[in-house]
């Protein structure tokens, strides 16, 4: 299906339920597994060469960081950054502002909030703009392209991007 506008505005695309559901779900996937600590669920995010740029959200918090390319290094990299936190990730405001019948590109916005395993009393709360762009992989979407911009951001941004004083590995 091609971008079709409904309704005589060319901002309402005829995004079908199942795929807008399955496109969504791409994100659900990408915040639910971290929280959850899911390998598995958390791979299922993405296609084998995803690119992941969280590098401005990174620049705001004085932290220069890569660009994650490929499925293992985004998996691998954002699981041991967080494997010593608890998050909580929400996602909301899905609009699928191009959408093909296979690729589509959404926009969305994200809160995550991450805090020291076992300590509590510090904090980093971040709410980022999300640009993705995702693939029909058959029964379900994958994430090819996230950019994140951030929004606003409040607490310790050493929690995030430096090793606690307990932890056992690199952040």
Same mark, same amino acid.
């Given at each position: 299906?091609?971008?079709?506008?409904?309704?005589?505005?060319?901002?309402?695309?005829?995004?079908?339920?199942?795929?807008?559901?399955?496109?969504?779900?791409?994100?659900?996937?990408?915040?639910?597994?971290?929280? #959850?600590?899911?390998?598995?669920?958390?791979?299922?995010?993405?296609?084998?060469?995803?690119?992941?740029?969280?590098?401005?959200?990174?620049?705001?918090?004085?932290?220069?960081?890569?660009?994650?390319?490929?499925?293992?290094?985004?998996?691998?990299?954002?699981?041991?950054?967080?494997?010593?936190?608890?998050?909580?990730?929400?996602?909301?405001?899905?609009?699928?502002?191009?959408? @093909?019948?296979?690729?589509?590109?959404?926009?969305?916005?994200?809160?995550?909030?991450?805090?020291?395993?076992? @300590?509590?009393?510090?904090?980093?709360?971040?709410?980022?703009? #999300? !640009?993705? !762009?995702?693939?029909?992989?058959? @029964?379900?979407?994958?994430?090819?392209?996230?950019?994140?911009?951030?929004?606003?951001?409040?607490? !310790?941004?050493?929690?995030?991007?430096?090793?606690?004083?307990?932890?056992?590995?690199?952040?």
């Amino acid at each position: 299906m091609a971008m079709v506008p409904t309704q005589g505005k060319a901002h309402f695309l005829a995004v079908p339920t199942e795929d807008f559901t399955a496109i969504v779900d791409a994100l659900y996937r990408f915040g639910a597994g971290q929280d #959850l600590r899911d390998r598995q669920l958390f791979e299922s995010a993405f296609a084998a060469d995803a690119v992941l740029d969280f590098t401005a959200v990174a620049a705001k918090l004085g932290v220069t960081i890569p660009v994650f390319e490929g499925r293992q290094a985004i998996v691998d990299t954002i699981l041991t950054t967080t494997g010593i936190l608890d998050t909580t990730h929400s996602i909301t405001n899905p609009r699928v502002k191009h959408y @093909d019948g296979s690729r589509a590109t959404l926009f969305a916005l994200i809160e995550a909030q991450h805090l020291p395993r076992g @300590d509590h009393s510090r904090h980093l709360l971040l709410k980022n703009v #999300l !640009d993705v !762009d995702l693939a029909s992989a058959g @029964d379900h979407w994958v994430i090819e392209r996230m950019h994140f911009e951030n929004a606003w951001r409040v607490g !310790d941004a050493d929690v995030l991007f430096k090793p606690s004083v307990t932890s056992a590995g690199p952040v």
